[in-house]
C-alpha cells in the first residue's frame, strides 16, 4: 500500500510517498515558494536528486506538480496516481475536538476552520493544501493528523491554566502542547527499546522549535509548549517560558503593541536574542567556542531550563524509565546531551561519553551508562511515517 503525506505550509508544500509493504519513503520532496517563484525539490532512494524551478500559483498547481513527479517515467517511483490508497496531512493543532488522527470529512474541515485563529500561521495553509489534494485525488481517503491530539489525555491539572475560567470557557485558552506526533514516535520507539510499554519516559525535542513532553504508558501527561508553541524551552528565535509580566513591561518601556512585542518574542529571541550571533545551534556553539560570552550563555540558558523540565517531569511521573533526545540538536549536538545530562546521576541519569561521542548518527542508540537506572536514548523522529501509519490504519 501507498501513502502520501502531505505537509502543507503558507508558501510550501513537503511530501513523502510511502511503500506502507516495507515501511520506508520510496520519494520525499518540497514545492517551495508557492506563488512567488517556485522551486520543487524531489528525492528517490537510488535516484539523482531533481530540483528545479516551477511555476505554481497555489497549493493545487503544487500537488499536481508533486503528481507529476511521481508518476514521471524518469524521476517517478509510481505508474499512476492510482496506486495512491491514501494521503495523510499534517496539521499542528486539532482543537480540543479533534483528539485522534481522522478521516477529514466536511465536518471536521469546517472546525478546522472555525478554529484557525488559534493557529494561524499553520491552520490555514494546512487547509488549504487538504483541499488542493481532495479536489486533485476525490476518490481516496484523506486522513488529519493533528500534533495537539497527543496531548488529549492531560489532566485538567496540566492543561487549564490558572487564570479566570471563562477565559479557558469563551476563548479555550489552555495548554494544547505540539511536536506530539513527534514524541509519540520516538516514545514509542523507547518503550520498544525498554521492552516495558508502561514505561515512564520523557522526550526532548531540540530543534529549531523545542519541546519536552512526559508519556506514562503511551500517554502524554505534560509537556513544555503550551497555548502556542512559544512556551517551554527556549528555541533558535522563540523565547519559550518566561514572566508573563515580561512582555507587557517591554511593551510600556519601548512603546509597541502586542504583535510588535509578539515579533520580539517569536523571532528576535531564544538562540538568537542572547546570542547575537544566530537562532542555529551549530553557529553558536562555533561562536561559544571561540571565546564569544553571549553565545555560550545562550547554550548555557537552555541547557538550564531542559534540565529544569526534565527534573519537573521526573517529579510529576514519580520516576523515569527512559530520556530521549530527538530532533536536529537531540540527535546531532553530541555536546548538548552531554551538559543536559551532566549531574543528574542523582535522579539516575548518567551516560557513557564516549559512546554519545561517537554514536552513528540517524539511527536508534543507547547512549546510557552501564548500570545507569535511567536509559538514556538518541532516536531519530520520523513525524511522516507516524502520519503515514495513521493514515493507513484508518484507510484499512
Ligand atoms: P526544525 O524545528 O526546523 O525541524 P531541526 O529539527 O532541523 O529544526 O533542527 C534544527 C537545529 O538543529 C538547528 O539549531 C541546528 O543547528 C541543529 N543541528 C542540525 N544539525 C546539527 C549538528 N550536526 N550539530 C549540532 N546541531 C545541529
Known amino acids: 500500500m501507498k501513502i502520501l503525506v502531505v505537509n502543507a505550509g503558507s508558501s510550501s508544500l513537503k511530501y513523502q510517498l510511502f511503500d506502507m509493504d516495507t515501511n520506508t519513503a520510496i520519494a520525499k520532496g518540497n514545492c517551495e515558494r508557492i506563488g512567488i517563484d517556485g522551486v520543487v525539490t524531489h528525492k528517490c532512494p537510488g535516484k539523482e536528486d531533481y530540483k528545479t524551478s516551477a511555476d505554481f500559483p497555489d497549493h493545487r498547481a503544487a500537488i499536481e506538480c508533486v503528481l507529476g513527479l511521481l508518476t514521471d517515467e524518469k524521476l517517478g517511483v509510481i505508474g499512476s496516481v492510482k496506486e495512491i490508497a491514501a494521503v495523510g496531512h499534517r496539521f499542528a493543532h486539532g482543537g480540543e475536538k479533534l483528539r485522534a488522527s481522522t478521516v477529514l470529512g466536511p465536518d471536521e474541515v469546517a472546525y478546522l476552520e472555525s478554529i484557525a485563529e488559534l493557529n494561524p500561521l499553520h491552520g490555514p495553509p494546512a487547509i488549504s ?129 502586542a504583535e510588535e512585542v509578539e515579533k520580539v518574542l517569536n523571532n528576535q529571541s531564544g538562540l538568537l536574542g542572547v546570542s547575537g550571533v544566530s537562532s542555529d545551534c551549530r553557529d553558536v556553539a562555533k561562536a561559544a567556542a571561540s571565546g564569544n560570552a553571549r553565545a555560550a550563555l ?71 551508562a552501564k548500570g545507569a537506572k535511567v536509559k538514556t536514548f538518541v532516536i531519530p523522529t520520523n513525524e511522516e511515517y507516524m502520519i503515514a501509519l495513521d493514515t493507513q490504519n484508518l484507510t484499512k
Open 298 to 368: 545562550a547554550l548555557k540558558i537552555l541547557v538550564h531550563n531542559i534540565k529544569k523540565i526534565i527534573g519537573s517531569y521526573i517529579a510529576e511521573m514519580n520516576g523515569v524509565d527512559a530520556v530521549v533526545f530527538t530532533a536536529g540538536i537531540g540527535e546531532n549536538d553530541r555536546a548538548m546531551r552531554e551538559n543536559v545530562c551532566e549531574g543528574m546521576d542523582w535522579l539516575g541519569i548518567a551516560i557513557d561519553k564516549e559512546i554519545n561521542n561517537t554514536c552513528e548518527r540517524g539511527v536508534d542508540v543507547d547512549i546510557s
Open 129 to 257: 493544501g487538504f483541499k488542493a489534494c481532495k479536489e486533485v485525488m476525490p476518490d481516496i481517503k484523506h486522513v488529519g493528523v493533528f500534533d495537539t491530539s497527543y496531548y488529549s489525555n492531560m489532566k485538567e491539572e496540566a492543561y487549564v491554566y490558572p487564570i479566570p475560567y471563562e477565559l479557558y470557557e469563551e476563548y479555550k485558552i489552555r495548554r494544547y502542547g505540539f511536536h506530539g506526533t513527534s514524541h509519540r514516535y520516538v516514545a514509542a520507539k523507547a518503550a520498544e527499546m525498554l521492552g516495558k510499554k508502561d514505561a515512564k519516559i520523557i522526550t526532548c525535542h531540540l530543534g529549531n522549535g523545542s519541546s519536552i513532553t512526559a508519556t506514562v504508558n503511551g500517554k502524554a501527561i505534560d509537556t513544555s509548549m503550551g497555548f502556542t508553541p512559544q512556551d517551554g524551552v527556549p528555541m533558535g528565535t522563540r523565547s519559550g517560558a518566561l514572566d508573563p509580566t515580561v512582555p507587557m513591561y517591554i511593551m510600556k518601556k519601548k512603546g509597541l503593541t
